[in-house]
């Protein structure tokens, strides 16, 4: 059974840092993990991603420069850094599997239950 569990949410003030973790279990061979945000009212969109086995990644370009997705696979864990964060950050953070990186929601087969980040101004 595949388990995905995101920790790490909370709440800070703009211009602080959080960093997510996603530990996952039971996956398949996918290769693609990813971090997804949901704001109220918003459809959920993609944050980053990286293949797990050659470490490549993918970021939405709001999110370049300020957040970085990182992945320890000793650990089965992928991690997302977000540095200068800003209201417009909050939201509900989702860890997601799959098979590829790509920005789409629909391409990733497994999520976990969502992390809350609330970025006070």
């Known amino acids: 059974q595949v388990q995905l569990v995101e920790s790490g949410g909370g709440l800070v003030q703009a211009g602080g840092s959080l960093r997510l973790s996603c530990v996952a279990s039971g996956l398949p061979s996918s290769t693609a993990m990813g971090w997804f945000r949901q704001a109220p009212g918003k459809e959920r969109s993609f944050v980053a991603a990286?293949?797990?086995?050659?470490?490549?990644?993918l970021y939405a370009d709001s999110m370049k420069g300020r957040f970085t997705i990182s992945r320890d696979n000793a650990k089965n864990t992928v991690y997302l850094q977000m540095n200068g964060l800003k209201p417009d950050d909050t939201a509900v953070y989702y860890c997601a599997a799959g098979p590829i990186v790509v920005t789409a929601p629909s391409a990733y087969d497994y999520w976990g239950q969502g992390t809350q980040v609330t970025v006070s101004s």
């Open positions: 990286i293949n797990r086995n050659i470490g490549r990644t």
